[in-house]
Structures are given as C-alpha cells and as structure tokens.
Nanobody, 125 residues
Framework: HVQLVESWGGSVQAGGSLRLSCAAS????????LAWFRQPPGQEREGVAA????????HYADSVKGRFTISQDNAKNTVYLQMNSLKPEDTAMYYC???????????????????WGQGTQVTVS
C-alpha cells in the first residue's frame, strides 16, 4: 500500500520561497505519475505540477509556470515542489498524489490518482 507524506509547508511573505517534500513508501510498481495538487479555501482542487518516476517531461499549471519546479529523488522516493516568487493566490492546502500510470495530457485530473497524502498548508501573505 503506497503512502505519501507531505512536509515543509508553512507561512511566507509574498515573493518568498518554500520547498515542499513528499516522501513515498510502499511502492509495488516501478512507474508512477507523481503530482502536486492544491485546494485554496472555498475553491476546487487543481493540479499544480506532475512528474513521471521513469523520466519524461514535467507538467505545470499555467498559473505556476516559471515559478514552481517539480523534481524527484528516486533514491529517496521523494518528490519535491520548489515554489519561488510566491503570491497570496498560492495560498492553499497542497497535496501529493500518485497514479499507477504515466502522466500525459490528463495529469491534472485528480480522479485518476490512486493515492493521496494528507496535505500540507501553504500560506502566503
């Protein structure tokens, strides 16, 4: 059973940076699409970024392109989200998710993900 644990959310001023981590365990399959989603207060969940464990292009929401970077450390089974130039509208609960498939054009569809973390709060003021 795959478990995902997010960490290193927090509060930051606009223009600042944070790096979220998602530690994965219990992999039974070698290839997953790992993604970050976020849900601002009172709004729907949205895909932020995704990366395939076997390589291939990364994917980003238009709202974060050029500011956020998703990366992975396969040796540690950890995926990161480096967030720079943060804005108040980035305030949200951030979730890590894993799907037993490639990412592709539907990477931002939350329903295709099999596993979710508990979330970590990011607040930008």
């Amino acid at each position: 059973h795959v478990q995902l644990v997010e960490s290193w959310g927090g509060s930051v001023q606009a223009g600042g940076s944070l790096r979220l981590s998602c530690a994965a365990s219990g992999y039974t399959y070698s290839r997953y699409c790992l993604a970050w989603f976020r849900q601002p207060p009172g709004q729907e969940r949205e895909g932020v970024a995704a990366i395939y464990t076997a390589g291939a292009p990364t994917h980003y929401a238009d709202s974060v392109k050029g500011r956020f970077t998703i990366s992975q450390d396969n040796a540690k089974n950890t995926v990161y989200l480096q967030m720079n130039s943060l804005k108040p509208e980035d305030t949200a609960m951030y979730y890590c998710a894993a799907a037993r498939s490639g990412c592709g054009s539907t990477w931002s569809y939350g329903d295709r993900y099999n596993y979710w973390g508990q979330g970590t709060q990011v607040t930008v003021s």
